[in-house]
């Protein structure tokens, strides 16, 4: 009898403790789940976190681009004469004659300080000559797909050793940008290639030969024949630039007054319905 009695309490108190370690190990996984739900809340704000400090600081680094600009894809530096040759004709129609014209200028602009073109004696007449025989075998090239871009220039063989000289020396260049002076043009044994500066690609599906916003030095004393207007026209344009650019509302403000300003000043030989006005949010060459 005291041997069962004994076994009785011993069983309760067992029952007992195992009861209180059940309660004991409910309460811990309790515990460890609010314990698990907190850590994934935990968890996911600092994903959030840090996903937003991510695009603030790619922000910073890659800020967003402005929408294209509707003419944009017409408006580039270069001055653009696909006309000249993709053509073979005695008469050339009034857009090709002004781009024969413009870059016989633009030569004499970038290269008459040069050794080189000093030491061959060129001059207008001699630039003209080289440009007309560009002209003329430009078209067979084009015809052949051997002028699939200015640097194919150079398959344009000239017949003048002198000449075939110069061409190949302007083409090819002497400098890097970081040489270029202040100006935009080389001197002495320094000097841009030609390809920075012209375009074969007809790529704005028009007439327009240049961009008057966007031109670099050189080319707008092509134009223009007058360092002093071309220094007002580079300073000009860089404070249309500024102001378009911290008001998109004054776009057609700015374009006007830049376009007034300067439309009249187009020498009569070129024609101002060839070249473009427009301006844009790219920061136009100083």
Request: glycine share 4%; charged share 25%; with cysteine.
């Amino acid at each position: 009898m005291h041997l069962l009695a004994t076994s009785l309490a011993f069983l309760i108190i067992f029952a007992l403790f195992s009861y209180a370690q059940v309660q004991k190990l409910q309460e811990l996984i309790v515990l460890d789940k609010s314990y698990s739900e907190h850590f994934q809340e935990g968890l996911s704000a600092l994903h959030t976190r840090f996903h937003e400090q991510a695009k603030k600081i790619f922000g910073k680094l890659h800020p967003k681009k402005d929408p294209p600009d509707p003419g944009a894809t017409r408006r580039t530096s270069f001055l653009h004469i696909h006309s000249l040759v993709k053509i073979n004709q005695q008469s050339l129609p009034p857009p090709a004659a002004t781009a024969q014209k413009l870059l016989v200028r633009l030569m004499i602009a970038l290269y008459e300080d040069c050794a080189f073109f000093k030491e061959a004696n060129m001059n207008e007449q001699e630039i003209t000559e080289l440009v007309d025989f560009i002209v003329a075998n430009g078209e067979a090239l084009a015809t052949k797909h051997l002028l699939t871009d200015k640097q194919a220039l150079a398959n344009i063989y000239v017949d003048d050793p002198i000449k075939r000289t110069v061409l190949y020396k302007m083409l090819k260049g002497n400098m890097s940008e970081a040489q270029m002076n202040k100006n935009g043009i080389g001197s002495g044994e320094t000097y841009p290639s030609l390809c920075e500066f012209v375009s074969i690609e007809d790529k704005n599906k028009g007439t327009v030969l240049a961009s008057i916003y966007l031109a670099p030095r050189a080319i707008l004393q092509a134009i223009f024949q007058d360092k002093t207007l071309v220094e007002e026209i580079l300073t000009e344009r860089y404070k249309i630039y500024l102001e378009y650019k911290k008001d998109d509302s004054k776009k057609v403000a700015c374009q006007t007054a830049f376009k007034n300003a300067f439309i009249n000043k187009v020498p009569h030989d070129i024609g101002s319905n060839l070249l473009d006005f427009d301006i844009s949010k790219t920061a136009p060459p100083r």
